[in-house]
């Protein structure tokens, strides 16, 4: 038997909201990359989770018009 801890909620929003929810997922996706190609510079990969924080926090705040710092760290730690 499958035990299953995470329940899968849809969500019910207007479209003004839909299209907020999806730029946000976007700029998300966007900093996750961000961290996977910097990770992947060089001749070594990077797998240091404060490392890659130390690297590209900053820049990617600043590229996302300082986006919420903890969706940036969520972001990192899904990269």
């Known amino acids: ?3 299953r801890r995470t329940v899968p909620v849809a969500l019910d929003v207007d479209s ?3 299209a907020l929810l999806e730029d946000t ?7 996750a990359q ?3 190609d910097h990770a992947f510079q060089g001749e070594y990969v990077t797998t240091s989770k404060t490392t890659l924080d130390d690297e590209t926090y900053d820049d ?8 919420n710092g ?3 760290q969520a972001a990192r ?3």
């Open 16 to 18: 003004d909201d839909a």
């Open 70 to 72: 903890g969706l940036v």
């Open 1 to 3: 038997m499958e035990v």
């Open 34 to 36: 961000y961290v996977v």
């Open 77 to 79: 730690n899904k990269a």
């Open 25 to 31: 997922v976007d700029t998300f996706l966007w900093c």
């Open 60 to 67: 990617v705040r600043e590229a996302t018009d300082s986006f």
